[in-house]
């Protein structure tokens, strides 16, 4: 089956569950009489999850189009991988909420609660794309891109560390901070802004770069 | 008309339907002043609905992927019919928040009820997918296609088996218990996973195989 | 500009609008506890007004599929054309959870303010699409199609039936009976299913014929 | 990595970004038990907001187009500018149900707090689609596209005028009227329309104009 397709699918998948994170932020308004700044202001934790979850899944689907590229089909294992990324993408706008709604003002164990979940969906899908790149990277040679083993070690590593730092700030949430682990979160993410993918964006941008018209 | 664009439509609908399946749980956490694990454990019906959901809505996209990619043009029939399937994957966001809101907890006949409109959403979805697919093997010389004819026992054959999976599940819901219903909507998903297609993607494998890089 | 960008922001558009119909029927089951067919059978305005508007979008996405592969380019004026029509296609879901509100059980007027706003939503639609259409026929050749001239006598007639019947409808809701205008727009859609945009889809199909393979 | 994904993902965003508008409507029936035409019309700041939201939406991803047009690649730095980009644009909706809840009456100082937000969204989303076409204007030789320098002056005085309204719209909106600031963004909005990025679709038109056929 042509990669393309399963691409035009993941990119709708991505942009609607990047855009309906704002949910979270419409009835923001509609539960005061009267506007202030103060009153925005305390609802930092809605904007802070939605900012990090925002990232995250942005990231996700740039690194996403990296890996795809890679490959110019995909077989039925490969698109039932990514419907499970796709799970844990389309899940994230839930514990998102449940961070935004009690991460402050709510009686413990409240917010512990809200990030622990919120670390265990990004876990979750920091495990499956892991996999996900593992097999296509396995498996590119059949699927119409060039084998890409001799990059494996660096890319497991990669991705090890960024299950890591995930692990870590769910751990931290539940034992000592659940705000310091929803920094974590996002540090994480803006990590894998500028550190990324090896083999995939990095070789499109030397191709780009020689290539360029 | 090219299949393309009917093609890249569906996609949306069906990547939008997939993802608002969320929006059941996005509520979840603003009906507790207090959020535990306990609290989150009893919403399971809400998360196990959302994964068949999920799963069939998934599978589908897989299978109407292998479908239309028999074929390069589309007439308004198939057009017309292809809408038909999107009213019913459409809705299944309706049902699902039912079964969500009423499979425990609620008094009788509400899970009973809830069920059996998720199952009787099932088998129109299932109905209308095997008779796209009929209009299609048919039709498929004539849209660009190669016929499919000597295929369509076997493909008969077991759109029938899904269709009595869903009924028989249905059938469950109404006189035995919701819950087993439930669980047979789910295992027919699953089934789905690894039983697929015939002609479609099984000869998308075969070529691709054959013609790899 | 390329006419492939604009139409598959529309395609997105059209996606969205029609998924998110479903929307006005996700509150339905958290209104009562206890689940009855009975009580699902008391919210049928909503599941007629999802139809009618899913028919709707569908049908007008059909007939702008047909009418955007006349060109090849799109211009300003086309474009800003277009994104009127998405606004009113956008604005749909509004009137109908009006309707599906107020059609019974409220007090007057207010199942007539429902149904007479859906109908202006309908004419305007069908008024913006017209001009499209008409614009789109009239600058064909300087947007990389053929000359539509010829056909516009007959396609003017046809946009011009359509809308008075969505005027006829709106007014029968107004001084008659908001269900019969409801049936209208509802039998409206059914026609252009069967009767559609001259030249468009009818040559499509003519030449689809012919270049069979 | 080739532009088309970013732009598919790009029209993905905005189309359900400026989709979801509409469910700030969505509720406005369920507020009252009879539904009449003074009522709605009680609605207008919903509308309002609505359509001038809907527009700024619309020509961004119109002069998005434009701006993506001009280069065959993306690199990185500008995949996460437009990252950031959407990041403005999804977040629209917020404001927008601020505006919509809060413009009238609502105790001060709802009104001018809800209306300079969505001022403050509007310069956001202005300077950071300014920075995004400034890095391609600059980097267009690289991306698979012709310098662009020579127009910057004329752009950089352009995106300028932009954003001086919206700031002065803010202002406005700050210190006299909140809904004479949220007449200026409309405004802001509909000059837009007619004045377009030089360059992108000027020489789009240009080009069409001559190779048409």
């Known amino acids: ?75 039925r294992q490969l698109l039932l991988l990514n419907l499970l990324l796709l799970l844990g993408i389309v899940a994230l706008p839930f514990p998102t909420a449940l961070v935004a709604e009690h991460l402050i003002n709510s009686m413990p164990p409240s917010a512990t609660v809200a990030v622990v979940l919120y670390g265990i969906n990004m876990i979750v899908i920091s495990v499956v794309f892991g996999s996900t790149w593992l097999y296509l990277a396995w498996h590119a040679g059949g699927l119409g891109g060039t084998p890409l083993l001799r990059r494996l070690n660096w890319s497991t590593l990669r991705f090890t560390a960024g299950n890591v730092a995930y692990v870590g700030g769910t751990l931290i949430a539940a034992f000592l901070s659940p705000i310091a682990g929803l920094i974590i979160f996002g540090l994480t993410g803006l990590y894998y802004v500028f550190e990324h993918l090896p083999g995939a964006t990095a070789e499109d941008a030397d191709s780009a770069g020689e290539s360029g018209a």
């Open 1 to 75: 089956m042509d990669s393309r397709r399963a691409e035009s699918f993941s990119d709708g998948v991505f942009a609607v569950a990047i855009t309906i994170l704002v949910f979270n932020l419409l009835t923001v308004g509609s539960t005061t009489s009267q506007l202030t700044w103060d009153f925005l202001g305390s609802k930092w934790p809605s904007y802070f999850a939605y900012v990090v979850s925002f990232l995250t899944i942005g990231i996700m689907w740039v690194n996403h189009h990296g890996m795809f590229a890679q490959v110019s089909r995909v077989n």
